[in-house]
């Protein structure tokens, strides 16, 4: 099993672009979650699907982040337009039905310039 | 909402010590609490969980104890090694980690 697939690994971009950052969750799992490291805020959750369906969204920080999951192999946070203070780890990860264990991703480190 | 405390930030021990790492929740309806390592460049990893119905929890040389009462746990590392150095995170959560909240992290050194 690859495990949980992100892409890019690295992004860096100027303020004002939109970034585009992409999860393949790993087969079979129900549940897809983003979230996004710092220093100074720690592991946040951004949103979280079950079944594709966006279930909570409540860690999204504003209108500027979206989150879609068009299907179960597939899901993109789009930032647009990014900002300097956007700069983070963005990890995806996944977990199936009945188990509490979340499978992360190696992240995507987005720099906004 | 929970909010889950942790404590050290960092942590240096010698090679074969004990590390022993603790958090504190608030909310007692928490009831699965799971630890997470981190290494650099890497997403963090599941290494030990334990349930509200359990006190204590062992694996080889990790466990992780509970106090429902205080709503606190910690994850105790026996004989350490190098390959433990990574950044260690707590979380509480209920209905099986519908939504984590995790502690801010303790960077744990293993000094040879």
């Known amino acids: 099993d690859a495990g949980v697939i992100q892409s890019p690994r690295h992004e860096v971009t100027e303020m004002g672009q939109e970034v585009t950052l992409r999860c393949k969750p790993i087969?079979?799992?129900?549940?897809l979650f983003w979230y996004r490291q710092t220093m100074m805020r720690g592991l946040e959750l951004l949103i979280y699907f079950n079944n594709n369906v966006p279930i909570d969204d409540s860690g999204m920080p504003e209108d500027r982040f979206s989150a879609k999951m068009p299907n179960a192999s597939f899901s993109t946070l789009k930032i647009q337009p990014s900002e300097p203070r956007d700069s983070a780890v963005y990890f995806c990860?996944?977990?199936?039905?009945?188990?509490?264990?979340?499978?992360f991703g190696e992240g995507s480190r987005l720099t906004v310039l | 909402g929970e909010n889950v405390e942790q404590h050290p930030s960092t942590l240096s021990v010698q090679e074969g010590d004990s590390a022993v790492i603790k958090c504190t929740y608030s909310?007692?309806?928490?009831?699965?609490f799971p630890w997470y390592k981190q290494e650099l460049g890497k997403g963090p990893q599941l290494i030990i969980d334990?349930?509200?119905?359990?006190g204590e929890k062992k694996d080889q040389r990790i466990a992780v104890t509970l106090n429902k009462t205080a709503k606190h746990f910690s994850l105790h590392i026996t004989e350490t090694q190098p390959e433990d150095s990574a950044v260690y995170f707590c979380?509480?959560?209920?209905?099986?980690?519908?939504?984590?909240?995790f502690g801010p992290g303790t960077r744990l050194s293993v000094l040879p």
């Open positions: 979380a509480g959560t209920d209905n099986y980690g519908q939504n984590f909240v």
């Open positions: 909310d007692s309806a928490s009831n699965y």
């Open positions: 334990i349930r509200s119905n359990v």
């Open positions: 990860a996944s977990r199936p039905q009945g188990s509490g264990e979340l499978f």
């Open positions: 087969s079979g799992h129900d549940y």
